[in-house]
């Protein structure tokens, strides 16, 4: 994998700031022409730098404005109890990041419902039956302070 570059990073924060960027003005405001923009955004798409591009929905506006952070831990920690946690959880649509944490839980939850009522249905009719989960804990978001996608990228070495 090559190093990032101050171009390369360049066009990093331009598409983390918006996908859709046309790359007629982002190679005018970089000072190349489109080709090498172009090719530059193929190759940190190859070398995974780039993951994906999605549109990134408000959850208030979709009727889904609770969030909650729920720490898991599970009663036994062998690879088929954890794997079997992991395939569970991918398939529970309200679970939208989960992260295998160190220190008293296991695992970090983000959930987004509409209401309390949504998320106690979630608790007993979905995480209750994952399998091998012995302890959860919740926490509810009362206010966002921050929410951002964008990395702050640095060159490399």
Known sequence: ??????IDIKILQ??????KVNMKELSAELNISKTPVYER????????????????????KVGLPLVVFCNVSLA??????????????????????CYSIGGIYDFFL????????????FVFNKLTKVNGIVKMQSSFV???????????VMPEG
Do not use: C
Not at 14 to 19: P, S
């Open 1 to 6: 994998m090559a190093s990032l570059d101050q």
């Open 14 to 19: 331009a598409l983390q700031n918006n996908a």
């Open 41 to 60: 955004v193929k190759r940190l798409e190859e070398e995974g730098y780039i993951r994906n591009y999605v549109a990134l929905v408000d959850n208030k």
């Open 76 to 97: 036994v920690h062998n690879d088929e109890h954890i794997q079997r946690f992991k395939a569970e959880i991918q398939e529970i649509d309200e679970v939208m990041e």
């Open 110 to 121: 983000k959930v987004v419902v509409k209401d309390l009522a949504a998320y106690d249905q």
């Open 142 to 152: 009362l206010n966002e302070i921050k929410h951002t996608t964008v990395l702050k």
